[in-house]
């Protein structure tokens, strides 16, 4: 079957994003039927698939389509002096005194969104659109949603055990936005509906390459390494970094396992893009196997370091007892 969107696009499109320090292999375009598929998904490596028909009716969810559609309900929406939107989680703000949240997020209509994008000049913040869809949504929306492709996701979902569907959060983004390098602790299927978004993946194994913020901190999960600007010598392992590429256009839905580091890009010059995802709960260990699975130690680590933050009740003491712990006796 035809993949939705075309070669020759997908390749002046991949000339056109940015490079960067580290070298990047192209992530396998397949059809969700070819067998192969199955067993990356169960292998937990990703996988981008052309012809799943996922969003169905959710492809003619234009930005305009949604204003004229999705209601009067109120949508967050972040905004950022710059192109990257490094989330960072407000319940933990407070532990961090002087924090500088370096995106502010305000709740309004799409309409009022999409009418302050199109009224954006240059040097004007840039607008990033995230919100849960929730049952606030249009009619029209809310049809569109039970068009999706629910028989085939459960599928996916039922053969690999995984948990509850948790949310589907949808992305409207300006040309050009990024969500910087950083691993979420939920499956996820995400679907590509206007524009291209160029992911870029690094397997679990690499979370020593990439430095993340500290558990206790706002940005927990993302990675502190600024990928336009590396600190080698606060982060010298970021030399060693060798990732995965994605570029995805309309129609086509990436399998990101749980744990999986992701830089995404909206591409320049390519329109708004709108995007759906579906975050589940991962599949519970149900018996420890040796070797321990990448995934399963960075688990153990974030346990650790809750553990340890939590019984000392102070974050500035916890450097001091690991490397008590660990230099001149583990190194
Ligand atoms: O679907 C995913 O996992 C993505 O990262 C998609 C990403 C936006 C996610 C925003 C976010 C980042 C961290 C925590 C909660 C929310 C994009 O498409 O720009
Ligand atoms: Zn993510």
Not at 252 to 271: A, K, N, T
Request: charged share 20%; with cysteine.
């Amino acid at each position: 079957m035809a993949s939705a969107v075309n070669k020759s696009v997908l390749s002046d499109v991949a000339a056109e994003v940015k490079k960067y320090h580290f070298p990047l292999e192209d992530v396998p375009r397949l059809s969700c039927n070819d067998p192969v598929v199955e067993q990356m998904i169960r292998n937990e490596e990703p996988v981008i698939l052309t012809d799943t028909n996922l969003v169905a009716a959710g492809m003619q969810w234009s930005p305009q389509y949604l204003a004229e559609n999705i209601g009067n309900g109120l949508y967050t929406v972040y905004s950022s002096k710059t192109q990257k939107f490094l989330y960072y989680d407000d319940k933990k703000v407070a532990r961090v005194p002087d924090f500088s949240p370096p995106t502010v997020h305000e709740d309004m209509t799409f309409q009022n969104f999409l009418c302050k994008v199109n009224k954006r000049k240059e040097g004007d913040r840039w607008m990033y659109l995230q919100q849960s869809l929730n049952d606030t949504v249009g009619p029209p929306i809310v049809r569109d949603f039970t068009t999706f492709n629910w028989a085939w996701i459960s599928e996916q979902q039922q053969k690999n055990k995984w948990g509850a569907l948790t949310s589907n959060l949808l992305l409207v983004g300006m040309d050009g936005v990024i969500t910087p390098v950083h691993y979420d602790e939920q499956q996820n299927f995400f679907a590509q509906i206007c524009g291209f978004k160029r992911f870029i993946l690094f397997d679990p194994s690499m979370f020593g390459c990439l430095y993340p913020y500290p558990v206790y901190h706002p940005h927990d999960r993302q990675s502190q390494v600024d990928f336009d600007n590396p600190d080698f010598v606060r982060f010298p392992r970021a030399k060693e970094l060798r990732g995965r590429q994605a570029i995805l256009g309309p129609g086509d839905v990436l399998y990101l396992p749980v744990y999986w580091w992701h830089q995404v890009e909206s591409v320049p010059g390519r329109g708004m893009t709108v995007s759906v995802n579906f975050w589940y709960k991962s599949a519970p260990t149900e018996k420890i196997v040796y070797p321990l699975k990448p995934q399963q130690k960075v688990a153990m680590m974030r346990n650790i370091e809750k553990m340890i933050t939590d019984a000392l009740n102070s974050t500035e003491e916890v450097a001091p007892l690991m490397q008590a712990m660990v230099l001149g006796r583990y190194t």
